[in-house]
């Protein structure tokens, strides 16, 4: 469905910078969401860089901040899976600073939010799910792995049910967390650009909706914090089962 240039969904349109031929009917070309998924990698690293590059004593903001974050990420690495789960802190640091970026750089003006597609953030969950369900399998076994989606002292004439449920419970989870995190920037952008519409036309009376729009950009950026650290959460926390009987 074509978008108006001043629709509120306009915003989400994908639209292509480098054209390139489909492959096996797959269209790759390169898009203004590719364009600033990259721009969150080189953000990340910009900061980290600039952050980290005296590595004083005395830390400075740039440097606090950093740190800060690396720790706030090891509290819910640490919290959640445990000691051994420090192996796997640096997929969680990266997942964690890679949905912030993408949501972060949605607020600039005319700026691209790659995290409010649901097949970016889909991708994100599947590669969450797929890495502990290959952990879980590893670390518990098959057997083991799947007698979780039957809990000790069921009857047996129940227990086919309660194994597809919870396989499906189970199997919902990229899903779940695609959905939240892209549903949450979608909604949020949405109202900004809806509220902002109403600044310019109403003239002097524009003051109440200007005011309401930066209190709601400020509400806007915790949302966007919140959901990278939810995404996050939830990650370690299914991470955490996979590593259960390891840890016991």
Not at 47 to 69: D, I, Y
Not at 80 to 99: A, D, E, K, Q, T
Not at 135 to 163: R, S, Y
Not at 178 to 196: D, E, P, Q, W, Y
């Amino acid at each position: 469905m074509a978008t108006g240039q001043h629709s509120p969904i306009a915003q989400f349109e994908i639209t292509p910078i480098i054209p390139i031929d489909p492959v096996l009917g797959y269209n790759i070309s390169f898009t203004n969401s590719s364009l600033f998924m990259v721009l969150a990698v080189i953000s990340i690293w910009l900061f980290f860089s600039l952050a980290m590059r005296q590595r004083a004593m005395v830390p400075g903001r740039l440097q606090s901040l950093a740190e800060v974050t690396y720790q706030f990420v090891d509290g819910i690495v640490e919290e959640n899976i445990g000691h051994r789960g420090r192996r796997y802190f640096p997929y969680m640091f990266s997942l964690f600073l890679f949905v912030l970026a993408g949501n972060l750089l949605g607020m600039v003006p005319y700026s691209f939010t790659f995290t409010s597609h649901i097949m970016t953030t889909f991708a994100l969950g599947a590669l969450v799910f797929i890495g502990v369900t290959v952990v879980g399998l590893i670390h518990q076994g098959p057997v083991k792995f799947f007698k979780h989606f039957v809990p000790d002292g069921l009857p047996l004439w129940i227990a086919p049910v309660v194994f597809i449920i919870e396989l499906i419970s189970f199997l919902s989870r990229p899903f779940s967390l695609g959905i939240r995190l892209a549903a949450n920037m979608m909604a949020g952008h949405t109202l900004l650009k809806v509220i902002a519409g109403f600044v310019v036309p109403l003239g002097v009376f524009g003051i109440a909706p200007m005011v309401f729009l930066v209190l709601l950009t400020g509400f806007e950026i915790f949302i966007a914090i919140l959901q990278a650290y939810i995404f996050t959460l939830l990650s370690s926390m299914y991470l955490a089962e996979a590593l259960h009987d390891e840890e016991h």
